[in-house]
């Protein structure tokens, strides 16, 4: 049989030890889930533009660190470091794994995209927060998220031999468009102001279906369809997985995006009931980003081998 080279199978070159680029983009995939539960709690606190200014803030890289200042600016420093955190992970996985261009190339796509989310960041303070571009600076983070976690899997200790298991990686895939378009609805619903535009629950106004005249109301009604969708869509794989594959890690991951959603449904009505209240809000917008962190990683495990 001839022999397979590290790009496509064994998940890293002869005699290279990935355990260095894994512990870094560990660190990104953490680094990465906090910085978004630091933007929420940054839109939650009302402290979007307690900065009025970009990419100083009141004409200093240090301001005095108190009320909203202390939030915004800490979301834009802890951004920062993310860029440097994963910059040297790359770089390491481009030292360590010279067989792995196509980690290189992963890599490269992920830069691109925390320049592109940095310049997104700094318009929404510049143009005062614009729906379009508020949702979109939360859209391109989710996208790096998931490249960072397809990165992560694809150097563990099972890269080079995929699972080719097909119930899982469609379970997965399906559990991953659905629940980013869930969260870029629920980053719409945020920066429309839509939040309580269904101010009680389980019922939307009293009903099940209210009347939807009011756009706020309609936005806010999708979310809520859609997160049931989500449910149904994860809960179904799940069972789905847990009735044809073996693998315990798909099992496990499949479990876990089934209680993760559950979960989410609560933190979301939740939201409502305590008025939008930060702690509540932020927690929900984590979970998504663990939930699809899960997903992502779900599907890149059952990918089919490559010829």
Same mark, same amino acid.
Not at 59 to 81: I, N, S, Y
């Given at each position: ?95 360590? $794994? *010279? ?6 190339? =992963?890599?490269? +796509?992920? &830069?691109? @995209?925390? %320049?592109?989310?940095?310049? !997104? ?7 005062? $927060? *614009? ?6 600076? =939360?859209?391109? +983070?989710? &996208?790096? @998220?998931? %490249?960072?976690?397809?990165? !992560? ?155």
């Amino acid at each position: 049989m001839d022999e397979i080279p590290p790009a496509l199978g064994h998940g890293k070159a002869p005699g290279r030890d990935p355990g260095w680029v894994r512990a870094l983009l560990h660190a990104v995939l953490v680094w990465t889930l906090a910085l978004l539960l630091l933007g929420s709690v940054v839109h939650a606190t009302g402290s979007s533009l307690a900065c009025p200014d970009w990419p100083t803030c009141f004409g200093t890289m240090m301001p005095e660190m108190k009320g909203g200042v202390f939030w915004e600016h800490l979301h834009r420093l802890w951004a920062g470091a993310l860029v440097v955190l994963f910059t040297a992970a790359v770089i390491v996985a481009r030292r360590t $794994l *010279p067989g792995r261009p196509d980690l290189f190339t =992963l890599g490269l +796509a992920g &830069i691109g @995209l925390l %320049l592109f989310q940095s310049v !997104l960041g700094g318009l929404t303070v510049i143009y005062r $927060l *614009p729906d379009a571009i508020s949702t979109s600076h =939360l859209a391109v +983070a989710f &996208i790096f @998220l998931a %490249l960072a976690t397809v990165m !992560l899997v694809l150097t563990g200790p099972t890269a080079g031999a995929a699972l080719n298991d097909a119930t899982s990686r469609r379970a997965g895939l399906w559990a991953a468009t659905m629940i980013f378009a869930q969260s870029i609805v629920g980053a719409l619903v945020r920066h429309t102001d839509s939040g309580m535009g269904c101010p009680d629950v389980p019922l939307c106004l009293g009903r099940v279906i209210p009347p939807l005249v009011h756009p706020m109301v309609q936005l806010h009604f999708l979310h809520r369809v859609l997160g049931l969708a989500v449910a149904i869509v994860v809960i179904s794989g799940t069972r789905k997985i847990l009735a044809r594959t073996q693998d315990p890690v798909q099992r496990g991951l499949g479990v876990a995006l089934a209680v993760g959603v559950v979960g989410q449904i609560i933190l979301g009505f939740a939201s409502v009931a305590f008025r939008l209240e930060p702690p509540y809000v932020s927690t929900h917008t984590l979970l998504a980003a663990i939930l699809l962190t899960l997903a992502v990683a779900m599907t890149t495990r059952a990918r089919r081998p490559r010829a």
